[in-house]
T-cell receptor
């Protein structure tokens, strides 16, 4: 089945540590996105990528980094510079960056601080 | 992107239709209306979207008023598994979805 796979489902970070969240899609979608969701709140865009080897900052990019070396993969690194990383992280994709196709989401990674 | 207004919560009886309203009075001509839902600890699930015509798929129907200032998502026969937070979103740019607080729908047996 085609879809978006996020791993791990739960992740714990120690102070001063960088951690990387995985997002893989086999939908052949060009555009991919990372969102952060805090309890009881909506989604906030961290980074997005419209094509391989290109990505743009979203609304809350500070303390995060991404790469897009392959079409199917868009990993997110939460760096030690992100002082409040505890949240639910969601990856999404769409077929192309323009148009009105809906974004489809993975099942998320829940990151907590040890 | 236009802002949407949804009731914070609503209850629905199992087997009955659930009608979820959404106001988007500042919607512009090229903005689509999207509905998603999110069950606790899962990613948002796409339900349906439309521009100005009513739409129906296997999950739900979307009714958009003629002036496009409001819409209604209809779940024709609600089940307990439809209990979730439902989000109404309008957007024109592809790169960002702006989720508000949504409507918490509780389906009761």
């Amino acid at each position: 089945d085609g879809g978006i796979t996020q791993s791990p489902k739960y992740l714990f970070r120690k102070e001063g540590q960088n951690v990387t969240l995985s997002c893989e899609q086999n939908l052949n979608h060009d555009a991919m996105y990372w969102y952060r969701q805090d309890p009881g709140q909506g989604l906030r865009l961290i980074y997005y990528s419209q094509i391989v080897n290109d990505f743009q900052k979203g609304d809350i990019a500070e303390g995060y980094s991404v790469s897009r070396e392959k079409k199917e993969s868009f990993p997110l690194t939460v760096t030690s510079a992100q002082k409040n990383p505890t949240a639910f992280y969601l990856c999404a994709s769409t077929p192309i960056s323009g148009g009105h196709q809906p974004q489809h989401f993975g099942d998320g990674t829940r990151l907590s601080i040890l | 992107d236009a802002k949407t207004t949804q009731p914070p919560s609503m209850d629905c009886a199992e087997g009955r239709a659930a009608n979820l309203p959404c106001n988007h009075s500042t919607i512009s001509g090229n903005e689509y209306v999207y509905w998603y839902r999110q069950i606790h600890s899962q990613g948002p699930q796409y339900i349906i979207h439309g521009l100005k015509n009513n739409e129906t798929n296997e999950m739900a129907s979307l009714i958009i008023t003629e002036d496009r200032k409001s819409s209604t998502l209809i779940l024709p026969h609600a089940t307990l598994r439809d209990t979730a937070v439902y989000y109404c979103i309008v957007r024109s740019n592809d790169y960002k979805l702006s989720f508000g607080a949504g409507t918490t729908v509780t389906v009761r047996a």
